[in-house]
T-cell receptor, first 114, second 113 residues
Framework: EPEVTQTPSHQVTQMGQEVILRCVPISNHLYFYWYRQILGQKVEFLVSFYNNEISEKSEIFDDQFSVERPDGSNFTLKIRSTKLEDSAMYFC????????????FGPGTRLTVT | AQTVTQSQPEMSVQEAETVTLSCTYDTSESDYYLFWYKQPPSRQMILVIRQEAYKQQNATENRFSVNFQKAAKSFSLKISDSQLGDAAMYFCAYRSADDKIIFGKGTRLHILP
């Protein structure tokens, strides 16, 4: 069964550094998402992406964040200058529009900012 | 704006018994989707069950079923014959017209052997 994959599974970085989180969505999916879950809190929507552009973003998704789909398969989330409060689990999800309307989640990347 | 509320931060159930997790939501939309996701200690988000708002029939997936009350904006999850592997965090979620999913704060379910 096809699945969403994410790399790395765990990323440790120093405050102020740039990080890129990578996701490979399911191949025939058209919509892509990033979510964040700070430890012990609920999962929060960050951004949705369709047709090579951002379709929706939350107030969390400020100028420090960016997304792109550089090669038609990968979907990346970049944090330009990480802050301690960026430490969280980041989930990628993809959706193939259709009757199922199910977003398939990746296993997540745990980001630790020290 | 849509909101999802899970009023039970934690629940416990004896193995083989039945447990119901509560969820309410608020929306002005008439067509939407509701989900229950399971998050085990591995923190992977696993879809348990989904419900289309236009369907009156409650969704069922093996031991998991929902009680969807559209007028009351209620969407509870019933787990029958609870198993140790059901222990996890359960999130109720609403899918809005713009495709993003709004999650509740979660209910941590403990299974007592």
């Amino acid at each position: 069964e096809p699945e969403v994959t994410q790399t790395p599974s765990h990323q440790v970085t120093q405050m102020g550094q740039e990080v890129i989180l990578r996701c490979v969505p399911i191949s025939n999916h058209l919509y892509f998402y990033w979510y964040r879950q700070i430890l012990g809190q609920k999962v929060e929507f960050l951004v949705s992406f369709y047709n090579n552009e951002i379709s929706e973003k939350s107030e969390i998704f400020d100028d420090q964040f960016s997304v792109e789909r550089p090669d038609g398969s990968n979907f990346t989330l970049k944090i330009r200058s990480t802050k301690l409060e960026d430490s969280a689990m980041y989930f990628c999800a993809s959706l193939k529009t259709g009757p199922s309307y199910e977003q398939y989640f990746g296993p997540g990347t745990r980001l630790t900012v020290t | 704006a849509q909101t999802v509320t899970q009023s039970q931060p934690e629940m416990s159930v004896q193995e083989a018994e039945t447990v119901t997790l509560s969820c309410t939501y608020d929306t002005s939309e008439s067509d939407y989707y509701l989900f229950w996701y399971k998050q085990p200690p591995s923190r992977q988000m696993i879809l348990v069950i989904r419900q289309e708002a236009y369907k009156q029939q409650n969704a069922t997936e093996n031991r998991f079923s929902v009680n969807f009350q559209k007028a009351a904006k209620s969407f509870s999850l019933k787990i029958s014959d609870s198993q140790l592997g059901d222990a996890a965090m359960y999130f109720c979620a609403y899918r809005s017209a713009d495709d993003k999913i709004i999650f509740g704060k979660g209910t941590r379910l403990h299974i007592l052997p």
